[in-house]
Structure formats: structure tokens, C-alpha cells
């Protein structure tokens, strides 16, 4: 069975380990690119993108995850993973991977005071009927959504959860629900499960 990671630099990694738990999936901490090189699937948890993209240059974990993505293994960010796979940030303009053609927005949906838990529209057959359950905190917004990016689900009618080849990403935070079909999808995005 491939091998799943979650970046544990900064950030909320445990409540993503605590899914794939209950979905009895083996996963690994992901702090190191040796680390990064033994799994093929990769999370990347909310928590903070400036800090993330600061705590990731020292040790290389930045040119490693480029490598990655150029090599087709899966990546899903949630929340602050969503800003830096994106190809553009703003307000404020922040750096990111450019991994996915969307423009992210910066704590679109308020303020962590303003957090929120909703439920949204799935797009896709893969993740069912019934409405998703999504905590929203501090998160972004999918600001516009390019060519070959494919919509997955809604929140009051704008896209909170998209891909592109083999770039899942999340306005919102699915490990902090029980509702684990985000996690299923993203892991079906890995050959060979």
C-alpha cells in the first residue's frame, strides 16, 4: 500500500493523522526531503502560509516539493496548504508553489474570531450526495478558478474545494469534521489505492 505523508512542519498535521487513522490508513510525519521521498501521496495542513513557506526553504523541503509534484505524486492543502500550492496569492500578494491554476485570497472568509462550521454542495460523484460538513477558519477563498481546474464543491455557491491533475486543495478543513470523504477522494488520487 503507498505510503501517505503529512507535513509536520507547522501547523494542525495531527487532526489529518487522526483521520487517517480512522480510515486505517498508515501514514508518516513529513518533516525532512528524505522524509518526503518515502511516501507518494502528501498532505499539506492548515496552520500558517508565510510561516510554513519560511520554515520549508532552510531545509530544502521547498526545491523537494517541486521535485514531487514534477514527479506526479498526489498533493491535498487544506486551508494554508491551499495557499501555497496556489499559482497566485493575494491580499496580500504572498509567494506560493504554483502547483494548481487558481487565485487564493488571504483570510476570505474572516477573521479567526469569525470561524464557522457549514455545510456545502459536492460536484462530483465521487464525493456522494449528501452535503459536506466544512470548518472554515481564517480561510481562503478560491478567487478564480482557471483552465483545467476542476470544481469538486461549493460553499453558498463558490468553489471551496478544487483539482488539477494531481493538486487537491481546500478552503476549508475536512480533518476537523468525521465526515472523511475528502480524505477518501485525495487518497484514491494515489496510485494504488
Known sequence: MPRVGVLAL???FA??????DALGVAWHL????????QVEGLIIPGGE?????????????????????????????????????????????????GFIDIVAERNAYGRQIDSFIAFGT????????A???MVFIRAPKIAAL?????ALATYQEEVVLARQHNVLVSSFHPELTTDH????????????H
Not at 83 to 93: D, G, M, S
Not at 185 to 190: D, K, N, P, R, T
Open 10 to 12: 507547522q501547523g494542525d
Open 15 to 20: 487532526a489529518h493523522g487522526k483521520t487517517l
Open 30 to 37: 513529513v518533516k525532512t526531503p528524505a522524509e518526503l521521498a
Open 49 to 97: 502560509s508565510t510561516t510554513l513557506l519560511k520554515l520549508m526553504a532552510p531545509v530544502g523541503m521547498d526545491a523537494a516539493l517541486v521535485q514531487f509534484h514534477a514527479q506526479g505524486h498526489a498533493l491535498f492543502g487544506t486551508c494554508a496548504g491551499l495557499i501555497l500550492l496556489a499559482q497566485e496569492t493575494i491580499r496580500p500578494h504572498q509567494a506560493s508553489l
Open 122 to 129: 459536492p460536484l462530483v460523484a465521487e464525493l456522494g450526495t
Open 131 to 133: 452535503p459536506l460538513e
Open 146 to 150: 482557471r483552465a483545467g481546474v476542476t
Open 181 to 192: 470523504r475528502v480524505h477518501q477522494y485525495f487518497l484514491q488520487m494515489i496510485p494504488g
